[in-house]
């Protein structure tokens, strides 16, 4: 598994990872990417498209997104490139 930490430039990109909660993880081996977008509990997860499975609160706010061959589905998935705007 490849851990990509961010370490944010300026105060207000800190602010906003801090706030977002925000984890991209990417395993080699199974070739799975999984984006966490907060701690809070998830209550169900559903297959959008083939190979992208999104999980949702409470709330139906989206929690997580789980990308399964991601070698195959993204352009690089060990690439990550952060922008705040």
Avoid: C, H, Q, W
């Avoid at 199974?30 to 907060?38: E, G, H, N, P």
């Amino acid at each position: 598994m490849t851990t990509i930490i961010v370490k944010p430039k300026t105060k207000s990109e800190y602010n906003l990872l801090t706030r977002l909660n925000m984890k991209i993880k990417y395993d080699k081996e199974t070739d799975i990417m999984y984006i966490r977008f907060s701690d809070v509990e998830i209550a169900e997860g559903m297959e959008e498209k083939s190979g992208v499975m999104i999980d949702y609160g409470n709330d139906g706010k989206v929690v997580a997104i789980e990308l399964l061959n991601a070698s195959k589905t993204t352009e690089s998935p060990t690439g990550i490139v952060y922008e705040a705007v």
